[in-house]
């Protein structure tokens, strides 16, 4: 595998700067939400299946509408679709915390909040690929940064969701959560992007297939995407779930946020590394680096000690992090301009459609095994996946793409 260094290219522009303000805020406020979920749910009495419910309704919804998402974004242009999306999100946290605040919101309110939350993350979430390569010259030191960005995200938010759960109630992180989402919205609007191509003349529906020919005619791409069904349902569908149940029953609330935030810790590692080191095959390295992630479910089926359990978290993080700048780039750079948002939809539909079941199921799953034996099968799926994207030729082969 051969190994090269990152070569020095101006990156913070206004443009960036915006770009990455936005990201950083939402970030922070969608990694505080499993954790505020979590607790909320336990506390309502709703357990392990009104989490799995709740999260699942986002995922579900947002994995069923990204791709129209993909489409509306190629058709007219990213930004509008984001800003919207945005100011959607701001009020429905806003909403759920006042909800929250007043009573007792029985578990439909909580799954509908979710439901609307997902499909207006489906229509932002696209233009998060597409927006990149027009607000930076160099995609993997962006892709780099903006990772480092989301693992010092992923540790705030939890560890800040855990600590305001443990002193007031989950109902200050709804709107915290809201808060992050004005910000990223005007951050958004502040942004000044040249005139974009854009598909208008075709029809939705041949837009879709456009996107659907361009995604199954490359088997790096849908072969990613089906070892990524595998990790949803056994991964990280059940993760939180049954994760926050085992942590919190062992070491209380505040817990299970600092496991998450020393994910976060350990994406920021990973993101590091990936700024500066550009594999000739990016996806074989990602794949090496994937070994590591199975160490989360390994910890939270052992539940040990919290400085082990932060550092399984964190070692995880790190090779999340490092196979994210690897396939976000590699995403980026193979697909052409004028149809990546709709690309970038299938996959990112493909890639966390089975994560819901995983959700749905993990309640269910509890009544037929105890929480370790699952989080055991979890760590086992999650190492298969790690091998499988090593021994598939179209990925671990697939060259770095040159300007």
Not at 369 to 393: E, F, Y
Request: charged share 10%; hydrophobic share 55%; net charge positive.
């Amino acid at each position: 595998m051969s190994l090269s260094l990152a070569t020095p290219s101006r990156l913070w522009t206004p443009n960036f700067a915006f770009y990455f303000t936005a990201r950083v805020a939402s970030q922070v406020g969608d990694t505080m939400i499993p954790v505020a979920t979590a607790v909320a749910m336990f506390s309502l009495g709703y357990g392990v299946s009104g989490v799995g419910y709740s999260l699942g309704a986002w995922m579900g919804a947002f994995a069923l509408c990204v791709v129209f998402g993909g489409v509306f974004a190629d058709r007219f242009h990213p930004r509008p679709l984001m800003i919207g999306a945005d100011a959607t999100r701001f009020l429905v946290q806003l909403l759920l915390a006042a909800y929250l605040w007043l009573g007792h919101p029985p578990l439909a309110v909580m799954i509908v909040g979710s439901l609307i939350g997902g499909v207006a993350t489906a229509m932002f979430q696209p233009g998060t690929s597409s927006l990149v390569p027009q607000v930076a010259a160099d995609p993997q030191k962006a892709n780099g940064v903006l990772r480092v960005s989301e693992g010092f995200a992923t540790m705030a938010g939890p560890a800040l969701a855990g600590t305001l759960v443990a002193m007031a109630s989950p109902a200050w992180v709804f709107a915290l959560d809201a808060v992050t989402f004005a910000v990223s919205g005007l951050c958004l609007l502040a942004l000044r992007l040249a005139p974009a191509r854009a598909d208008r003349d075709a029809s939705t529906l041949t837009n879709l297939l456009t996107g659907w020919h361009e995604f199954r005619s490359r088997a790096w791409l849908w072969s990613v995407i089906l070892i990524w069904w595998v990790l949803g349902v056994f991964v990280w569908g059940p993760i939180v779930p049954l994760g926050s149940a085992a942590i919190i029953a062992e070491h209380g609330k505040a817990a299970f946020g600092y496991a998450e935030a020393a994910f976060g810790a350990g994406c920021a590692i990973g993101g590091l590394v990936a700024i500066r080191v550009r594999a000739a095959r990016p996806l074989r390295a990602g794949g090496i680096a994937m070994l590591l992630f199975p160490l989360m479910p390994l910890a939270a089926a052992l539940v040990p000690v919290q400085p082990l359990l932060m550092a399984g978290y964190a070692i995880s993080g790190i090779g999340w992090a490092f196979w994210g700048v690897q396939w976000s780039t590699t995403v980026q750079t193979q697909i052409p301009e004028d149809r990546l948002n709709r690309v970038a939809a299938y996959q990112v539909a493909g890639s966390i459609l089975a994560v819901p079941l995983g959700q749905v199921i993990a309640g269910p799953a509890t009544h037929l095994a105890d929480l370790r034996s699952l989080l055991l099968a979890s760590t086992v799926a999650a190492v298969a996946c790690a091998l499988a994207l090593l021994a598939i030729p179209a990925i671990r082969n697939l060259p770095r793409a040159r300007p």
